[in-house]
């Protein structure tokens, strides 16, 4: 593999400027990550010290390995939805390390409203169980909430991906031999009993955790019964006589203690063997990331300055250089992984969605993980271009990427319009992991474009109507809908409605996927075989 | 003639100027007249400019491992692939690889640039990219104005052509 030569000034002006610009960026994302992660009102503190209960983070600080990265997911889940009352989706995702074994870690936020789940806490839930499902990784489960929103209720109940699914999941898991242990810390209530209650192993803790399908307000409500919640669902009861629950703790520590216990029990997963070669540093500073990615979404830049600054000694493979340039493709390894590359450098043409569809074959038969990086605005449009077939051979590099049976990464570098979106691997073709960075945008298509096309219809409506055309009217079309793209194409609206894993100061981009694709390994790979390429 | 190698991965480019009686090796401004004693082996003597040097010489793949006193340097051949592409395109004109409109212009008729300036901004689909210049040179035309449009394969800015070598000097 060849060293990839930069040719970044890092004295320019526009590296200067584009580096200031991006430190920025990255501290307010660092501050809302910290807002969200420990700032919680007084008295929710006050509320949980006085029940003798550990915040979230401090039970997982315990939980993980000492020294072991936790890889979060998602911490930004929610930061624009109920008037920012649900900070992180209020709970805690990722990959930690327990007891030597990687496994995916829930942790409800009692500091937020006991814990309450709201309909994105639901789809961060959701989603936690499926990397673990997709990725064949054991779950840990810290309990401590006090059940669904019910005045949200219809947002996170009835439908498919919504709490049920929860639960499905968790029975998949077990099914194909991938093991859950609860930690019932606190309670778990109606639809939320499940979680310990489908958990292969739990743990609970006496006097604070309780398991119960209806409350005591419940219960006193529908048949007048007083009960206190220990001898409804607490410890003794489950432990000595319901069977509900495994293991007594007396303390929330010794619940830990017994829980990492388990999990040293758990046989370690056999991960599938990839090509590895030993880790070896990027020769090019990853800090130069932030003088070369533009401040604006339009302004290209070259993919190879930022593959140089993630990949193991800024080597690259390259394949087809010459050829469909708009997309570089090629081999390289991150933290050892052997991974194929596919890296937006332009729009897709004829030519390069081809060469996308050929490489992402050739990873398939040499059992190569597939890293999107995307910075695409879309298909080439146009007379010549639909001629030319640019639907039909979109249509192929969607083909062979959906068909992939190895797994599948993509990291939302800045723009990803269109259908550009879908042949890179956006969030709706069941990639492993994706991740995004603080300046990326996403929509059917760009704010201006779409500000545009939508003044251009409305132009036809009132000359067809014979109306006088108004440039105030047509000024207030494209106004309106620049700034509701402005507010929805945000990375932070993004990750706020979980269209990712999680923003990544691109720094961090490295370590991040060295963890994703560990992981993905623990999973056979998929059935091999593609459907019909239109030729 | 100028020879392209990786030195431990670093490119360089060397001219030989004389094979015999010894080698003349030129690289940057220094010149090297370079002469290795005959061996069968791995282990070789070679004298540089006067100085006798012994050496351990390993090949694996498309790599040479040289050792010379206590150092050790790789050798290997440059992707000739992907160094052109690096280097970009060579010629007189900047066309269009897709229709689009001309954003801003860096600079104009007459300008001296260097191969690698950027020259002109173009937006396509919501995409602006530089161009820059293939090599050093005048700007001798901008054939699409700031704000237009243009078709692909449009040329939007020519360098005036070198001026020709000199004819070598007839052989008598």
Known sequence: MTIIKSTLNTSSEEFRQRYAHNKKAVAELREMQRVARHIRPQRDLDRLAKQGKMLPRERLEKLLDPGTPFLEFSTLAANRAYNGESPSASCITGIGTISGQEVVIHADDASVKGGAWYPLTVKKIVRALEIALENHLPMVHLCDSAGGQLQLQSDLFPDKHLAGRMFRHQAMMSKYGIKQLALVFGQCTAGGAYIPGLCDYNVIVRGTGAVFLGGPPLVKAATGAIVTSEELGGCDMHTQISGTCDYPADSEDDAIRIGRDIVAQWEKPKKWSIQQAVPEAPLYDPDELYGIIPDDIKKGFEMREVIARIVDGSRFHEYQPAYGTTLVCGYANIWGFKVGILANNGILFNDSSLKAAHFMELCNQNNTPLLFLQNITGFMIGTEYERAGITKDGAKMIMAQVGSHVPKFTVMCHASFGAGNYGMCGRAYDGRFLFTWPNHQIGVMGGEQAANTLAEVKLNQLKRNGQEVNEEILNEVRAQTLKAYETQTSAYYSTSELWDDGILDPVDTRNALGMAISASLNAPLGDRGYGVFRM | ?172
Not at chain 2, 51 to 68: K, P
Not at chain 2, 80 to 109: C, F, N, W, Y
């Open chain 2, 1 to 172: 003639m100028s020879y392209e190698m990786l030195l431990n991965e670093q490119d360089i480019s060397l001219d030989i100027l004389a094979r015999r009686p010894d080698l003349k090796i030129k690289s940057g401004d220094s010149t090297y007249t370079v002469f290795e004693m005959p061996s069968d082996g791995a282990e070789f003597e070679i004298e540089v400019d006067g100085e006798l040097y012994s050496g351990y010489r390993y090949v694996s793949g498309d790599e040479v491992y040289v050792r010379i006193g206590t150092r050790t340097f790789i050798v290997g051949l440059p992707q000739a692939s992907l160094r052109a592409h690096s280097q970009g395109k060579t010629g007189d004109a900047l066309h269009a690889d897709m229709p689009g409109t001309v954003i801003s212009l860096h600079t104009e008729v007459g300008a001296e640039v260097k191969a690698g300036d950027k020259l002109i901004t173009i937006e396509s689909m919501k995409l602006q990219v530089g161009l820059v210049a293939p090599r050093d040179g005048v700007v001798e035309a901008i054939h699409v104005p700031a704000e237009t449009a243009f078709d692909r394969g449009a040329l939007l800015i020519s360098l005036a052509p070198l001026a020709a070598p000199e004819a070598a000097p007839a052989k008598s």
